[in-house]
């Protein structure tokens, strides 16, 4: 499959359009808003590689303001954003549009379709307003502390200013003339508004959306069922496409762009962000995101933070591992990386393709990319920061192990339970501690050890949780054992008291935020 990348439109949208030589038709297809995006990127992926291989082209994007592309303020950019890909479609040659809405991006994807244009509704819920009220009530669960700060409101993986909102909360579903279907869970109906549309039940929306990303399962048959109808739609008579005309560098503000690489024997996906005017010893920043989630980070963190870092003079580089984004290719059965050697040597091969010398290199990563940063001593960076580090193991994990580990978990079967409830009972919660803790083996001091005696400086932001963990785990050790004296490394924890470990949390963003420019400026003082 080949994807052509790149940004179009002002404010621009990131733009990843599929296109057979000749296409049958072409489908926008709409990014979930928040968290349930992030969650849904390589299923999105999956359906755009199947609509190709039956002779129809497909545009996945970043609405702006949102994701890797341009900034933008307007209350109803989600929605002209689905209208601008669809633009994009039509300017390869391509006539009729489907859009497609997977969980929240039904809402967009009905609001941007004309009634000529077909329309797929998969797992939509009742209303804008719906969406809104049951988001308001997991990050009132989710999110420690405040969740608004001055008229911006945090939700699960998206900030909102209150025009934004409201306009999120006006959008429904009305009564349609055009090709329409709605997928839904089994024993669930589409929305009432939408009247009376063709309604096919599929499973694994749950299982997509329901969890964390670490959970997520892709839907395969789901996948299917949307194709299979959209192939049904669409003509069989084909007409040629040409390449649509996409800007290959961002300009993100008067001094600062990006653009998009390949590194590595992978060819793993990054975007580069740098400022105009750069030192050429600039140092060199590699932002891991955390589970297996893509290159933007927690509510966007990591696409606002390299463009900081860039502003203050740095150049950085965010990418998506193997089996995250837009790296590799996608299968509904794909086993996660979590843990794996295949990750750390992901980020060698990055760290070799920038060419940056050891001693203006930062690797920074959240949650298992914190572990990661932390597993970089060979590279010899001069600073790495570990922002909500919750695993310090020192072996790394079969690939799809971690992740396999989790769902038995969560998913016991009844043999698991009867012996997870004779083991509670029997052992005493002191011994199934310390239990706990043998497992993580060498915990933070062995974690960390080799990379200070390399001469890096290892910083930790942790929010409760995480800094609890730090604590039992050996880290109080660690920082009093390397306080940065002689040749050594040192380390050092920084505390988030009302932060969450996700970063869903403004709080906890705004402190990782400040924190990371703030080392990185005191390492290399004279860059910016």
Same mark, same amino acid.
């Given at each position: 499959m080949t994807v052509l990348h790149g940004w179009a439109g002002r404010p621009a949208i990131?733009?990843?359009?599929?296109?057979?030589?000749?296409?049958?038709?072409?489908?926008?297809?709409?990014p979930p808003l928040g968290q349930e995006g992030v969650i849904a990127y390589r299923t999105l992926r999956l359906l755009a590689d199947r609509l190709e291989a039956r002779g129809i082209a497909s545009v996945r994007y970043d609405p702006s303001g949102r994701g890797d592309a341009a900034a933008d303020a307007a209350p109803d950019a989600q929605v002209r954003s689905a209208r601008r890909a669809a633009a994009v479609l039509r300017s390869t040659g391509v006539e009729r549009i489907a859009f497609v809405g997977l969980a929240s991006a039904a809402l967009v994807a009905a609001a941007a379709a004309d009634e000529a244009d077909a329309l797929v509704l998969w797992d939509a819920p009742a209303s804008g307003r719906a969406w809104l009220r049951k988001q308001r009530a997991l990050a009132t669960i989710t999110i420690h502390g405040d969740r608004v700060l001055g008229e911006v409101e945090s939700l699960i993986g998206i900030d909102v200013?209150?025009?934004?909102?409201?306009?999120?909360?006006?959008?429904?579903? &009305?009564?349609?003339?055009?090709?329409?279907?709605?997928?839904?869970?089994?024993?669930?109906?589409? +929305?009432?508004?939408?009247?009376?549309?063709?309604?096919?039940?599929?499973?694994?929306?749950?299982?997509?959306?329901?969890?964390?990303?670490?959970?997520?399962?892709?839907?395969?048959?789901?996948?299917?069922?949307?194709? &299979?109808?959209?192939?049904?739609?669409?003509?069989?008579?084909?007409? +040629?496409?040409?390449?649509?005309?996409?800007?290959?560098?961002?300009?993100?503000?008067?001094?600062?762009?990006?653009?998009?690489?390949?590194?590595?024997?992978?060819?793993?996906?990054g975007i580069e962000t740098v400022a105009s005017g750069q030192a050429a010893d600039a140092p060199v920043v590699v932002l891991h995101n955390g589970a297996a989630e893509h290159r933007v980070g927690a509510t966007d963190y990591q696409v606002e933070l390299a463009r900081a870092l860039a502003r203050d003079g740095a150049r950085v580089v965010r990418f998506d591992r193997r089996g995250t984004g837009e790296s590799t290719p996608v299968s509904e059965d794909e086993r996660t990386f979590l843990f794996a050697q295949e990750w750390i040597d992901d980020q060698a091969a990055v760290v070799a393709a920038l060419g940056a010398p050891s001693d203006r290199l930062v690797l920074a990563g959240m949650c298992a990319g914190a572990w990661l940063a932390g597993r970089g001593a060979e590279d010899a960076p001069r600073l790495v920061v570990e922002i909500s580090p919750n695993d310090y193991r020192r072996s790394t994990a079969a690939?799809?192990?971690?992740?396999?580990?989790?769902?038995?978990?969560?998913?016991?079967?009844?043999?698991?339970?009867?012996?997870?409830?004779?083991?509670?009972? %029997?052992?005493?919660k002191a011994v199934r501690d310390r239990i706990a803790r043998r497992d993580r083996a060498g915990g933070v001091l062995g974690?960390?050890?080799?990379?200070?005696?390399?001469?890096?400086? %290892?910083?930790?932001?942790?929010?409760?949780?995480?800094?609890?963990?730090?604590?039992?785990?050996?880290?109080?050790?660690?920082?009093?054992?390397?306080?940065?004296?002689?040749?050594?490394?040192? %380390?050092? %924890?920084?505390?988030?008291?009302?932060?969450?470990?996700?970063?869903?949390?403004?709080?906890?963003?705004?402190?990782?935020?400040?924190?990371?420019?703030?080392?990185v400026a005191a390492t290399f003082p004279v860059h910016a």
């Open positions: 990131r733009v990843a359009a599929q296109l057979p030589p000749a296409a049958r038709a072409g489908v926008v297809i709409c200013q209150p025009d934004e909102a409201a306009y999120l909360h006006s959008l429904g579903f &009305a009564p349609r003339t055009g090709p329409t279907i709605a997928l839904v869970r089994p024993g669930t109906s589409a +929305p009432r508004s939408l009247g009376t549309v063709p309604t096919t039940e599929v499973t694994g929306s749950g299982e997509l959306l329901d969890g964390t990303s670490m959970h997520a399962r892709i839907p395969g048959a789901a996948v299917d069922t949307v194709v &299979a109808w959209l192939d049904a739609w669409a003509p069989e008579d084909t007409r +040629p496409t040409v390449a649509p005309e996409l800007v290959e560098v961002l300009d993100v503000d008067d001094r600062v762009s990006e653009r998009i690489v390949r590194m590595g024997p992978e060819a793993l996906f690939p799809g192990s971690y992740v396999d580990a989790l769902r038995a978990i969560d998913e016991p079967s009844a043999l698991r339970l009867w012996v997870r409830e004779r083991y509670n009972t %029997v052992v005493p974690h960390v050890r080799p990379l200070v005696e390399h001469g890096t400086d %290892v910083v930790m932001i942790v929010a409760p949780d995480d800094a609890e963990l730090f604590d039992r785990l050996g880290g109080q050790r660690a920082v009093r054992r390397y306080p940065g004296h002689g040749r050594n490394g040192s %380390v050092d %924890v920084v505390r988030v008291p009302d932060g969450d470990h996700s970063l869903f949390s403004p709080v906890m963003r705004e402190a990782v935020l400040a924190e990371v420019r703030a080392r």
